[in-house]
């Protein structure tokens, strides 16, 4: 396709797109990502360019070259495609950095933002929203329901945002915003376990946190989800293809999505170590709580 395309054609930017994507270096799919991105800025595929380069910088501990990507990303691209997993992979960057309170803010507005039929960047959210349990966000809502940029417009007084659900405008790393409110934001609630409302013994939310825990085990351990297919011979072949690989992978679950997950390791520090050491290789990849067996 590239000796085919005219150069600073959308075809060219497609060739040189799938070259990065099957490049046998990250060095390689970096130099051809960033050719992307300045050669060809109207290519369609420039969005995904700049998160895979915001990916490549994370797995390498650059969480300041990573949110330079995203960053770009949210600011010319505000409605694309891409948007909602930028704002996820912001967030994990920023818990990396420990700046809880922007982390949650990003996973909120990630959520706000993802549809109803990505069941697998909704559930990935999700899990990393336990992290901001009891978390103090303070931020106010966009008029209108529009992201505007931060600082545009002054922020509406008594307003409520809980991190798990509310719709909530994206920070930069960069901007120190002045909260009009502190609201407290209750924890999600538990994906095993519903406590009712008017159970007298349930434990209210925290009225302030400083420390974030982990959430608790059921017993059954926690594994690394690297993909999920709404095909099960999709799903059962790429376990083929990692236990050559020398991965413990399985097929989770016996209905869509079938979820390719690795290990079942007894802390969830055990299965992040594995989770990291897969990003080394490329493979993307979340820690999850294992399937009851």
């Given at each position: 396709m590239?000796?085919?395309?005219?150069?600073?054609t959308n075809?060219?930017?497609?060739?040189?797109?799938?070259r990065?994507?099957?490049?046998?270096t990250?060095?390689?799919?970096?130099?051809?990502?960033?050719r992307i991105?300045?050669?060809?800025?109207?290519?369609?595929?420039?969005?995904?360019?700049l998160?895979?380069?915001a990916q490549?910088?994370?797995?390498?501990?650059?969480?300041?070259?990573?949110?330079?990507?995203l960053n770009?990303?949210?600011?010319?691209h505000p409605?694309?495609?891409s948007r909602p997993r930028?704002?996820?992979w912001m967030?994990?960057?920023?818990?990396?950095k420990?700046d809880?309170?922007r982390?949650?803010?990003?996973?909120a507005?990630?959520?706000?933002?993802?549809?109803?039929?990505?069941?697998?960047l909704?559930?990935?959210?999700t899990y990393?929203?336990?992290?901001?349990?009891g978390v103090?966000?303070?931020?106010s809502?966009?008029?209108?329901?529009a992201?505007?940029?931060p600082l545009s417009?002054?922020?509406?007084?008594?307003?409520?945002i809980t991190?798990?659900?509310?719709?909530?405008r994206?920070?930069?790393?960069e901007?120190?915003?002045?909260?009009?409110?502190?609201i407290?934001a209750p924890?999600?609630?538990?994906?095993?376990?519903?406590a009712?409302a008017?159970?007298?013994t349930?434990?209210p939310?925290?009225?302030?946190?400083k420390?974030?825990?982990?959430?608790?085990s059921?017993g059954?351990?926690?594994?690394?989800q690297?993909?999920?297919?709404?095909?099960?011979?999709?799903?059962?072949a790429?376990?083929?293809?990692l236990k050559?690989?020398?991965?413990?992978?399985?097929?989770?679950?016996t209905?869509?999505?079938f979820?390719v997950?690795i290990g079942?390791?007894?802390?969830?520090?055990?299965a992040?170590a594995v989770q990291?050491?897969l990003?080394a290789?490329?493979?993307?990849?979340?820690?999850v709580?294992?399937?009851?067996r």
């Amino acid at each position: 396709m590239i000796e085919v395309a005219g150069p600073g054609t959308n075809d060219y930017a497609e060739g040189v797109y799938w070259r990065a994507v099957l490049a046998a270096t990250a060095a390689d799919a970096e130099m051809d990502y960033r050719r992307i991105v300045v050669d060809h800025p109207q290519s369609p595929r420039v969005e995904d360019a700049l998160l895979r380069l915001a990916q490549l910088e994370m797995s390498r501990a650059s969480y300041d070259g990573a949110l330079r990507h995203l960053n770009r990303l949210v600011l010319e691209h505000p409605n694309g495609a891409s948007r909602p997993r930028a704002g996820y992979w912001m967030a994990r960057v920023l818990f990396e950095k420990n700046d809880i309170q922007r982390a949650c803010a990003a996973n909120a507005d990630a959520l706000a933002r993802t549809g109803a039929n990505d069941a697998e960047l909704r559930n990935q959210i999700t899990y990393l929203n336990q992290r901001c349990a009891g978390v103090v966000l303070a931020v106010s809502p966009p008029a209108g329901g529009a992201v505007s940029p931060p600082l545009s417009t002054p922020p509406v007084a008594d307003s409520t945002i809980t991190a798990a659900t509310a719709p909530v405008r994206t920070v930069p790393p960069e901007a120190v915003i002045a909260p009009p409110v502190a609201i407290i934001a209750p924890p999600p609630a538990s994906p095993r376990v519903i406590a009712p409302a008017v159970e007298p013994t349930v434990t209210p939310p925290p009225t302030a946190a400083k420390t974030i825990s982990p959430p608790a085990s059921s017993g059954s351990g926690f594994s690394v989800q690297v993909a999920a297919y709404n095909v099960k011979s999709q799903a059962t072949a790429m376990v083929t293809k990692l236990k050559k690989s020398g991965y413990e992978a399985r097929v989770s679950g016996t209905k869509a999505p079938f979820r390719v997950r690795i290990g079942v390791y007894e802390t969830q520090a055990k299965a992040a170590a594995v989770q990291r050491s897969l990003k080394a290789k490329q493979i993307t990849g979340f820690v999850v709580q294992a399937e009851a067996r």
